[in-house]
């Protein structure tokens, strides 16, 4: 079991969650190939503990546990464990404090990626 960002984290990236993580497996993709891994953080399903910290601290509601992300989400568990195809490639980012979104934006971000709870 592990816990996913999914693409709610896209273009948000304030990285709260990388701050509480205890194991530090909350990583940034460094290389070239962006259309594979957008600009969101990943978790490395084999380093992850699941003791779920991250999940309230991300305010864009963007981290599930592996058995509940949500069905339009799917794909985005794949995608957080291709990290481990190219490990090299990701780095724990620096942890940048950002504003936090009202909860409009949180709203009109799931919106955006076709996702209402
Ligand atoms: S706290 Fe949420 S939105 Fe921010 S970087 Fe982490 S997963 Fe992405
Ligand atoms: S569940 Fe715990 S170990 Fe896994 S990414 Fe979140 S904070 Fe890190």
Known sequence: ???????????????????????DCIYVYDGEDKSTFPNQLYIDPEECINCGVCEPECPWEAIFEDEQVPPVFTDDTG???????????????????????????????????????
């Open 79 to 117: 995608l957080n464990a291709k990290i481990l195809d190219d490990k090299d490639s990701f780095s724990v980012p620096e942890v940048e404090e950002k504003p936090k979104p009202s909860p409009q934006q949180i709203e009109e971000n799931k919106t955006k990626w076709g996702y209402s709870a």
């Open 1 to 23: 079991m592990t816990w996913v960002i999914t693409r709610l984290c896209r273009d948000c990236v304030d990285q709260g969650c990388v701050e509480v993580c205890p194991v």
